[in-house]
């Protein structure tokens, strides 16, 4: 992606902070693995923007309304504005249908992958639904696909 001049950027709930399952720093060590095995395979990301809160779950100060949790657009705004990016020629691509929704919200086109809870996701959708969404078996499979189609 990075040789064709994309950018790549994570947004992902991690309402666990909320609900105590892990605090922030602990996220912080989980980012930096995850960028430690990218760099190995010579991929890396742009950014990692995440929302921390749940609505009803976990203790002040993440558990409150924010506009960040997807299906709401606030992180990838906050992508934009941070790393100037163009949200109308961006993907979103995700494995859960709010994944989609947050995209949609932001003016981005989505693609669901078959990975994590997209196979089940695909499966409660109407034909209709599966025809109009982009979909591919893998995240590898929808970069290559958003490549040969961009
Ligand atoms: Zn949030």
């Known amino acids: 992606m990075h040789e064709e001049g994309w950018l790549a950027v994570l947004i992902t709930n991690q309402s666990g902070i ?34 921390p809160h749940h609505p009803e779950v976990g203790q002040a100060p993440y558990r409150r309304e924010c506009t960040c949790r997807k299906p709401a657009p606030g992180l990838l705004l906050q992508a934009q504005q941070e790393l100037d990016i163009d949200l109308g020629r961006s993907w979103m691509v995700g ?14 086109r989505g693609l669901l992958v078959e990975t994590g809870k997209g196979r089940a996701a695909l499966e409660g959708m109407t034909a209709a639904e599966r025809e109009a969404l982009p979909h591919a078996a893998d995240v590898l499979e929808a970069v290559r696909w958003i490549l040969a189609s961009s």
Not at 20 to 35: F, I, K, M, N, Q
Not at 95 to 108: F, K, W
Request: aromatic share 4%.
């Open 18 to 51: 909320a609900r105590g399952l892990l605090d922030e720093p602990t996220l912080a060590r989980v980012h930096d693995r995850l960028e430690q095995c990218l760099a190995e395979g010579g991929a890396r990301l742009d950014g990692i923007f995440y929302c």
């Open 95 to 108: 494995d859960a249908p709010r994944d989609i929704e947050a995209g949609r919200q932001a003016g981005v």
